[in-house]
């Protein structure tokens, strides 16, 4: 079983940064394929970066890419997202995953394991 906490979310003025981390609770962390997703009110839970077990590749979707880096720290067991110029349309709780890398890694069923989300909100 994983368990995974995220923490870094708050209220932030448009233009500005968060790091997002997600703490996570297994011995295998470095097997794990790790995502972030987002979910606004209203809308469905959507894909926003994804990394490979090893850290060699990052994956993004287009309103993310080039504003949003997604890291991995093997040996703290932990998953970042650094969020730069923000805006309005970014304001959701986001949601860490891990899983075995099925693919298409953009999917919810990519992934078996979620947290619980922390929530970023934007201010204009």
């Known amino acids: 079983q994983v368990q995974l906490v995220e923490s870094g979310g708050g209220l932030v003025q448009a233009g500005g940064s968060l790091r997002l981390s997600c703490a996570a609770s297994?011995?295998?962390?470095?097997?794990?394929?790790l995502g972030w997703f987002r979910q606004a009110p209203g809308k469905a839970r959507e894909f926003v970066a994804a990394?490979?077990?090893?850290?060699?590749?990052?994956y993004y979707t287009n309103s993310a890419e080039g504003r949003f880096t997604i890291s991995r720290d093997n040996a703290k067991n932990t998953a970042y997202l650094q969020m730069t110029d923000l805006q309005s349309e970014d304001a959701a709780v986001y949601y860490c995953a891990a899983g075995w890398g099925r693919w298409p890694i953009s999917t919810r069923e990519a992934f078996n394991y979620w947290g619980q989300g922390t929530q970023v909100t934007v201010s204009s």
């Open positions: 990394i490979t077990s090893s850290g060699s590749r990052t």
């Open positions: 297994v011995r295998t962390f470095s097997a794990y394929y």
